[in-house]
């Protein structure tokens, strides 16, 4: 949807554009999954030893934690991708 408003907005569509969404989203997907499964599976192990009910402390750190990693995974994610587009660019106009 990105790439077909920014085409509609231009009048182009830059191939690699819509590489950087695609690279940027999927690696952030992939590492936020992976980095909350831990989170929620360490915090799930933790309150069974502390005696605590693990659906009362999982649940509510699992939404605040997905939503602020997986916004700065895509900041980051997009702004080290973002950085080698620009080299490969600068490498073929020289």
Partial sequence: MA???GWMADGQMTFSHI???CSTSLSTVFMASLLQGI??????IGS???GI????VATPLAASFGDLI???????FSQ???SFMGK??????V
């Fill in 3 to 5: 790439t077909l408003l």
């Fill in 19 to 21: 590489v950087l969404l």
């Fill in 39 to 44: 989170v929620v599976v360490g915090v799930i």
């Fill in 48 to 50: 069974k030893r502390m």
């Fill in 53 to 56: 009910n693990p659906d009362n």
């Fill in 70 to 76: 997986t916004l700065a995974l895509l900041a980051c």
């Fill in 80 to 82: 080290w991708f973002y």
């Fill in 88 to 93: 490969r660019n600068e490498k073929t106009l």
